[in-house]
C-alpha cells in the first residue's frame, strides 16, 4: 500500500519539477495568437492528487484511496465588440490506486467544455449562446442511491435588448439541457431496489430527462454600481420514463438589488416565488441574501443564505426545498499565496409526502500559490459529511463521511 501511495504522489512531484524547469524564454502565460487579432488559444493542463477516504460515497463498505486526476485542455478567447468567443474543452483521466479494495471500476475519462459566444453585445439588440457539457461520475442528482457516472449538457439562447442610454436592459431566452445517468460497477452500495428504484442498474439508465425552460429579465442600472432585476422563467422537465420519474413544470419569479452599499461592502437581496405543478405539485418562497466585506484589496469575507426549489430523479423525490448558508473568505499575502476556507450547509427537504431531508455539510481550507505566470500549486483538505432523516434514510448513499487531502498543479501556456 505504501508503494502505490508513494508513486502516485511521485508522478504529481515529477510533473511539477518537470514545469518549473520550462525555459522562461518560451513567454508561457501569454498564449497563442489567432490570426492578427486580439484572440488567443491556451493550452492548460491539470494534475490533482488526493487521498479520499470514502471513495465510493458510502455509507457501509467505504473504502479509502489515492486518486491522480490528470486534466489537459485547451481555452480559446476572441474579445471584440461585434462577435466574442471564449470557449474551452478539456478530457480527464481518473486513476484510482486501489490501496484499500479494488477500486479499479472507478477508473475512467471523464470530460467538459463551455463556450459562450456573443454577437453585437455593445449594440442595441445583441444575441448569445451558451453551451457546457460534463461527463463525471460525480452525479448532482442527490436523489440517487447508488454512484453514478452522469453525462450533462445544457444549451442556452439569450437575446438581450437595450434601450437608448443603456440603464435598462431587457433580455428573453431559453435553455435545453439534456441529462443521462450510467451505473458505476462494483461500487459497493447494498440498497434495496424496493425501496428506491435507482439502486437497479437497468432503472438508473432510464432516470435521463430533457428539461427544457422560457425565460426573461430586465435590470435596471440607476447608480454606477447598483442595480435593480427582475427575472421570471417557466420550466418543464420531461423524463425518459414517467413511471419512475414524473413530469415537473413548474414557474420562478424573482426580484432583488445589488450593489456596493459601502466602498468595502457590497450586498444583493432577492426575493420571489417558485411553484410547480402537475403530480409533484408544490409552492415555496424564494429569497437570496448575500453580503462581501473587503476591509483591504487583499481580503475578503463573503456570507449568503438562500431559499430555492429544485427538481431531481424519481418519483419519490421529485420536487425538494433547499436552505444555504456559505461562509467563505480569502487573504493574500507576500504577493503570490493566497489562503482560502468556505464552507456550505445545505438542508435539502423532498416535498412528495415522504418527509425525508437530506443535510450536506462541506468545508474546504486551502492554501494557492503562483508559482510562475504560468502555473498555480495549491494544497488543501476538503470535508463532507452528508445525513438523511425520514423515507430512504437506510440508504447507504444517503449518509456518509469524506475527508479528501489533496495537492493540485494547474499548468497554462
Known amino acids: 500500500m505504501i508503494a502505490k501511495v508513494t508513486r502516485g504522489i511521485g508522478i504529481l512531484a515529477g510533473v511539477l519539477a518537470l514545469a518549473h524547469a520550462a525555459p522562461a524564454s518560451a513567454g ?57 468567443l471564449d470557449a474551452r474543452a478539456a478530457v480527464e483521466r481518473v486513476q484510482y490506486m486501489g490501496i484499500e479494495a479494488d477500486t479499479s471500476s472507478l477508473n475512467g475519462w471523464w470530460a467538459d467544455a463551455g463556450l459562450r459566444l456573443s454577437i453585437n453585445r455593445k449594440g442595441r439588440v445583441g444575441f448569445e449562446i451558451r453551451d457546457s457539457f460534463r461527463r463525471s461520475n460525480q452525479a448532482q442528482a442527490l436523489s440517487l442511491a447508488t454512484p453514478a457516472i452522469a453525462n450533462y449538457n445544457s444549451l442556452a439562447l439569450t437575446l438581450p435588448f437595450t434601450p437608448a442610454g443603456g440603464a435598462l436592459i431587457f433580455a428573453v431566452g431559453g435553455d435545453w439541457a439534456v441529462e443521462s445517468y450510467e451505473p458505476v460497477a462494483g461500487s459497493g452500495a447494498s440498497c434495496d431496489p424496493a ?56 414557474v420562478r419569479v424573482l426580484a432583488g438589488l445589488s450593489g456596493l452599499v459601502t466602498t468595502q461592502f457590497g450586498a444583493t437581496i432577492r426575493a420571489g416565488y417558485g411553484s410547480t405543478f402537475g403530480d409533484a405539485a408544490y409552492s415555496t418562497w424564494l429569497a437570496t441574501v448575500e453580503g462581501e466585506w473587503m476591509p483591504v484589496t487583499e481580503a475578503s469575507v463573503r456570507a449568503g ?30 504577493r503570490r499565496i493566497t489562503a482560502r476556507a468556505a ?36 494544497v488543501g ?20 463521511d469524506r475527508h479528501e487531502v489533496f495537492i493540485r498543479a494547474s499548468l497554462k501556456y
Open 28 to 84: 508561457a502565460g501569454d498564449g497563442i495568437r489567432l490570426g492578427g487579432g486580439e484572440g488567443t488559444l491556451h493550452p492548460f493542463v491539470d494534475v490533482d492528487a488526493r487521498y479520499d477516504s470514502n471513495a465510493y460515497s458510502t455509507g457501509t463498505g467505504s473504502a479509502a484511496d489515492l486518486v491522480l486526476h490528470v486534466r489537459p485542455g485547451v481555452s480559446v478567447n476572441v474579445p471584440g465588440d461585434m462577435i466574442a
Open 305 to 334: 443564505s438562500s431559499h430555492g426549489i429544485g427538481t431531481d430523479p424519481g418519483r419519490a423525490y421529485a420536487v425538494y426545498a433547499t436552505n444555504r448558508i456559505s461562509l467563505d473568505g480569502k487573504y493574500q499575502f507576500a
Open 381 to 400: 483538505y476538503t470535508y463532507t459529511n452528508r445525513s438523511s432523516d425520514g423515507v430512504g434514510s437506510t440508504l447507504p448513499t444517503h449518509a456518509y
Open 195 to 250: 425501496v428506491d428504484p435507482s439502486c437497479s442498474s437497468d432503472n438508473l439508465k432510464k432516470f435521463g430527462y430533457n428539461e427544457v425552460q422560457g425565460r426573461g429579465s430586465a435590470i435596471w442600472r440607476f447608480l454606477p454600481r447598483t442595480r435593480a432585476t427582475f427575472d421570471v422563467g417557466y420550466f418543464k422537465r420531461i423524463p425518459n420514463d414517467e413511471i419512475l420519474s414524473p413530469e415537473v413544470s413548474g
Open 343 to 378: 464552507a456550505r450547509y445545505d438542508l435539502i427537504s423532498y416535498e412528495a409526502g415522504t418527509d425525508s431531508k437530506t443535510k450536506v455539510l462541506v468545508a474546504e481550507p486551502s492554501i494557492e500559490a503562483e508559482v510562475a505566470k504560468w502555473m498555480t500549486a495549491s
